[in-house]
């Protein structure tokens, strides 16, 4: 049975890092939330190591310039391990070919396509029209504000020919503050259920647990499993991610599911029992907001 914890550090003493989600754990996709940085930066100075693993498709030196934007102090993390890595990484391997059709905001994702120098032979990425593609490289809706349904011809037509889709941010949605976006993972998941083959790098999704793990062996010995703490608001990323790779998880109630969750300061107890039945997901704890 989930357990309705007050403050993280009720149970951090028996975990010696966290992988903690940021969109609506740290940040509200504007600025910083408070109470989240100094509980991290609390955890690190008793010697804790945090490891922020986020379904963003930056590479991580994107994210961090994205998190000194919010206003994320530096010294409440130590490392970083993004969906765009991990994506990055299974594209410049060919996974779904070199000639490949963009979906995104190119202005924000850019970066995507920057060399990475630690991968043997990478293959030359071109991108081109959907007609001449060998497969597609998703970061998001084109417009994060529109259905996804309107890509749902270009989709079809990319089934047709055969094409992988690799999804680089498995999040079907985000809050912007009090703004609701799409995000790529709505557009992998339609082209999916149209039959098409999406490739995932992010949570819930193994890839992006091993490059947490990497991370986090940089630092020094790796701990157990049972040491570790995944930390998150997204119940069919975050939690089930972490209940497939078998390490506890802290569910954030008052982030996409407060609605359902009836959140104020903390989750009304009834109706989070309700929803974790429903959804048949299990988190170790939950809290209303990372403090």
Same mark, same amino acid.
């Given at each position: 049975m989930t357990r309705i914890i007050d403050n993280l550090f009720q149970v951090s003493d028996k975990y010696d890092a966290l992988f903690v989600d940021l969109w609506g754990c740290v940040h509200d996709g504007v600025r910083a939330l408070p109470e989240a940085v100094a509980a991290l930066q609390q955890y690190r100075t008793n010697g804790g190591k945090v490891v922020l693993v986020t379904n963003s498709p930056k590479p991580r030196a994107g994210v961090a310039v994205q998190l000194d934007g919010f206003g994320v102090p530096r010294d409440s993390w130590d490392t970083i391990a993004s969906s765009g890595d991990s994506a990055r990484a299974a594209m410049f391997r060919g996974v779904v070919g070199e000639k490949v059709l963009f979906m995104g905001e190119w202005q924000r994702d850019e970066e995507f396509f920057e060399p990475i120098h630690v991968i043997e032979d990478p293959v030359s990425i071109e991108r081109v029209s959907l007609e001449q593609a060998e497969g597609i490289v998703c970061c998001g809706p084109d417009d994060p504000m529109a259905d996804p349904e309107v890509e749902r011809g270009r989709l079809l037509y990319a089934k047709q020919k055969g094409l992988k889709l690799l999804c680089a941010n498995p999040d079907i949605v985000v809050d912007r503050g009090e703004v609701r976006e799409w995000c790529a993972g709505a557009l992998a998941r339609l082209y999916t259920e149209m039959g098409g083959e999406s490739l995932y790098f992010g949570k819930p999704h193994p890839p992006i647990y091993d490059l947490a793990r990497r991370r986090l062996g940089e630092m020094g010995a790796?701990?157990?499993?049972?040491?570790?703490?995944?930390?998150? /608001?997204? #119940?069919?990323?975050?939690?089930?991610? !972490?209940?497939?790779?078998?390490? /506890?998880? #802290?569910?954030?109630?008052?982030?996409? !599911?407060?609605d359902i969750t009836k959140t104020s300061h903390q989750p009304d107890k009834n109706a989070l029992s309700t929803y974790l039945q429903t959804e048949m997901i299990s988190p170790t704890y939950a809290i209303g907001q990372l403090r």
């Open positions: 790796l701990p157990p499993e049972s040491r570790i703490l995944a930390i998150g /608001d997204g #119940l069919h990323t975050d939690i089930q991610g !972490a209940m497939g790779e078998d390490i /506890d998880s #802290l569910y954030i109630t008052g982030g996409l !599911a407060r």
